[in-house]
């Protein structure tokens, strides 16, 4: 065991990197879900955009484009559901969980012939000045555009709901489909873009994996980060900037688990690759325990099925 | 009369096996209060939703000042100038004050100034709000005032107005009266709903009265009895609950010092509730919507679990018991919501009654459900209490409110109860079958059972409680001699006017 061979530097900048797939994922469903709207498909989407962005980066050779599939892949797929969910009026965790299988299936088809080969590459971007910053400069400013732009987002989001007419309206919807029926709004409407969005940025995610941390294409890469991002909508009781917080909470410890594997810490392989998972429950529970808090959170109208009764 | 604002001609919609809106006509002057007659079910809410563009009538014609008038949604009966007041609220309770005014504006100011200007309406109208409350900590009172600030805001040339009495204590609706009149001499026409008669007669000038979604009336509620309107809206003679008066016997149900926590994060926790109801006794609990009523409801039907000594049934403590075995003991409930609380909307009415019967009537062995005798129960049900369905193994879902609800009390009453409880039992029921419930009720008390009535509708609590108490923020008031009181009195007991003034503008 050698715990000296890991550089806090690279740990930490890694964080960012480990963590962004999950930000984003995590920051578009809860966008869904802020409008009344349970998709448990997140990790569905995330592969097929993982496919998408990566065979569309592949052919044209810009990672750019293949993000844009991706995220177009993504909301493709989310509006698969929302015909479903919305129209078809079907339950909305069994079509979630449908769609989660689906994509797994539908990525593994599209990406057969691409298995083993390299994405092209993508360059980091050093913000200007703050990159050479000792210590904080690698940490913070040497990431790929994708890095900051999911941040970005974040504020954008934040912004959005909060002090927007569009963001008041998606809310409403959320907390009582009924009522902003009954005032005027199109519910049906405003919830399909709200999971176009979602799947959008659970594409993109995924696009990030593929593309950008690993960067192949393997089957069923994500591996379970469109679950956990899904959790961590919850632990962030639906805010923006918690979405972030979980995320790069996630993420510290799935890199900190992997960097102790490699130093060759003495616990067994398995117990480390459980980790982050057991976090996640860990911290999920503790939210739920104080009954009420976390209820207040959640929209009042998520998971139930809207049907306009005239 | 002859420069209507509004005039509506011909309306017909139908929905799949009713036609809910039959060539429907009348018309609304400026200045006018109008009042909209008529049973649950005659067509009145649907007729106003054509009016306020949530749905599109399928013939017949609407003019507003004279021009064509064909609202394609919400937004374009508000740009015309027509306000609505909802029944059930079209609020949201984990926005603010402001936030809820603003989703139901056309193009509302920045957050600041419409704060401002809601504290200044509201207080000029004498329904004083904070802007930046949460609705979900509201009163029933108040979240009703922010349903007509927001229209208020709009200066809407006609308001509409479903049911907005329904929710406020007598003092709250003649304050509410007061801001009306105001509206009104200020030139804003108001289409009333209601079906509380006496509220019509002191507030409209004209009445068009629906029944079964034809127009059978207009007349001047100023110039009829209440009787009168109501047989004009039921098409018959009313027949009034009778009770033969009983022997009250002893203490059956005593509730001591009942302290709960709602399951709802928006609830109201009961506060120190005393209570000592005697068999043959028929308890009325009123309150205004919000105060308690569920959670008190939950408490005792067994939903809620408390102290053990808080709820005795007959010197038993039954406090930390649930449901089934407060049923075994002879205390059993029926819930407010019909679908989805006291029946299970996709099941049918033979599986409905076994849900609550089969302690009672022995309707289970060894875990096995006997069905033929739960049919056998279900029919009893049926036949006993009149419910209109071709059978029991139709599903819940299908009747019509007033028939399950018959079927739900039915339920209850048939088990032989000790100490019935029941919430708001002709909440959305037509007129005969409210009377035939409260006849069922009286009947159960004069039998020896204990029945604690929990109703929002004092008419209803007057007719059959022989005392009464009543709910405010999750407190009992002292039980009182329900001949002895007046509606003032009781409104007073219901926690008064909650703050509001009468308005303060110029009429």
Not at chain 1, 26 to 33: D, I, K, Q, S, Y
Request: overall charge negative; charged content about 20%.
């Amino acid at each position: 065991m050698d715990l000296s061979s890991i550089n806090p530097l690279v740990l930490l900048a890694s964080i960012m990197v480990a963590s962004t797939p999950i930000l984003l994922a995590a920051l578009g469903e809860m966008v869904t879900e802020k409008s009344g709207v349970l998709n448990l498909g997140v990790e569905g989407m995330m592969i097929t955009g993982a496919v998408c962005g990566f065979v569309i980066a592949v052919e044209t050779g810009s990672p750019l484009l293949g993000f844009v599939g991706a995220a177009l892949g993504g909301a493709v797929l989310s509006l698969l559901f929302g015909l479903l969910t919305q129209y078809l009026l079907s339950n909305q965790v069994a079509s979630g969980l449908a769609l989660t299988l689906f994509g797994l299936g539908l990525s593994a088809l599209l990406g057969q012939k691409y298995i083993g080969i390299k994405a092209p590459p993508t360059t980091d971007f050093d913000v200007p000045l703050l990159a050479d910053i000792p210590v904080l400069g690698p940490i913070l400013f040497r990431h790929d555009m994708m890095v900051y732009f999911s941040i970005a987002l974040v504020a954008l989001v934040w912004a959005v709901l909060k002090f927007t007419r569009a963001g008041l309206i998606l809310r409403a919807v959320g907390e009582n489909h009924d009522a902003a029926h009954a005032l005027g709004y199109k519910v049906v409407r405003i919830r399909m873009a709200a999971i176009a969005f979602g799947g959008a940025l659970a594409g993109l995610g995924g696009a990030y994996i593929s593309l950008i941390r690993v960067p192949q294409w393997t089957e069923g890469m994500t591996a379970g980060a469109g679950w956990i991002a899904l959790a961590i909508v919850v632990f962030a009781s639906w805010r923006p900037w918690r979405v972030l917080l979980g995320a790069y909470l996630f993420g510290g410890v799935t890199v900190l688990q992997l960097n102790l594997q490699a130093a060759g810490v003495n616990i067994p392989v398995v117990y480390l690759s459980m980790l982050p998972y057991l976090v996640t429950i860990l911290v999920l529970v503790i939210m739920s325990a104080k009954r009420g808090r976390a209820a207040l959170g959640a929209p009042a109208a998520l998971g139930r099925i809207f049907h306009a009764s005239g | 009369m002859n420069e209507q604002l509004l005039i509506v001609d011909r309306l017909t919609k139908a929905y799949p096996g009713v036609v809910a809106n039959d060539a429907v006509s009348f018309g609304v002057a400026p200045g006018e209060v109008h009042a909209l007659l008529g049973e649950n079910g005659a067509g009145k809410s649907t007729l106003v939703k054509m009016i306020y563009g949530l749905v599109r009538p399928d013939s017949g014609t609407m003019t507003w000042k004279g021009a064509p008038y064909e609202p394609g949604s919400p937004h374009d009966a508000r740009k015309t100038g027509i306000a609505m007041v909802f029944q059930h609220f079209s609020l949201f309770e984990a926005l603010n004050v402001a936030e809820n005014v603003a989703l139901g504006m056309e193009d509302p100011p920045p957050m600041g100034q419409l704060a401002a200007r809601i504290r200044e309406v509201s207080t000029r109208y004498g329904l004083p709000l904070d802007p930046v409350r949460l609705v979900g900590e509201l009163s029933a009172g108040e979240r009703q005032r922010v349903e007509i600030i927001r229209c208020l805001l709009q200066d809407p040339k006609l308001l509409i107005m479903d049911e907005p009495t329904s929710v406020l204590t007598p003092q709250e609706v003649e304050i509410l009266f007061e801001t009306l009149r105001k509206l009104s001499a200020e030139g804003t026409a108001i289409l009333y709903i209601s079906h509380k008669l006496e509220e019509i007669r002191s507030l409209c000038d004209a009445a068009t009265i629906l029944r079964l979604g034809k127009v059978v009336g207009t007349c001047d509620p100023r110039e009829k009895s209440a009787r009168e309107l109501a047989e004009l809206m039921v098409g018959q003679t009313l027949h009034t609950p009778t009770r033969e008066s009983a022997d009250v016997g002893d203490v059956v149900l005593d509730i001591d010092g009942l302290s709960l926590e709602s399951a709802n994060p928006f609830g109201t926790p009961l506060k120190n509730i005393n209570l000592k109801v005697r068999a043959g006794e028929v308890v009325g609990i009123g309150g205004v919507a919000g105060n308690g009523q569920d959670e008190l409801l939950a408490a005792l039907s067994g939903e809620l679990p408390s102290h053990p000594t808080a709820i005795r049934l007959r010197g038993q403590d039954v406090g930390d018991l649930g449901p089934n075995p407060r049923r075994a003991l002879g205390l059993l409930a029926a819930p407010e919501e019909r679908l989805g609380h006291a029946a299970a909307p996709d099941m049918s009415l033979t599986e409905n009654a076994a849900l609550t019967g089969t302690i009672r009537e022995h309707l289970a062995d060894n875990g096995f459900i006997k069905w033929g005798k739960a049919r056998t129960f279900a029919q009893a049900i049926i036949r006993d209490f009149d419910v209109r369905t071709p059978g029991p193994e139709n599903v819940a879902r299908s009747l019509s409110g007033g028939n399950l609800q018959k079927f739900v009390i039915g339920r209850e009453v048939l088990q032989r109860p000790d100490v019935l409880v029941v919430n708001q039992p002709t909440w959305g029921v037509d007129a005969s079958a409210a009377a035939d419930i409260r006849q069922a009720l009286l009947d159960l008390a004069a039998k020896g059972a204990a029945v604690i009535c929990i109703s929002q509708d004092l008419d209803e609590l007057m007719e059959i409680s022989d005392r009464f108490a009543a709910l405010n923020e999750g407190r009992l008031s002292e039980t009182r001699p329900a001949r002895e009181l007046s509606i003032e009195e009781i409104g007073l007991m219901m926690g008064g006017a909650h703050g509001m003034e009468v308005a303060h503008v110029q009429a």
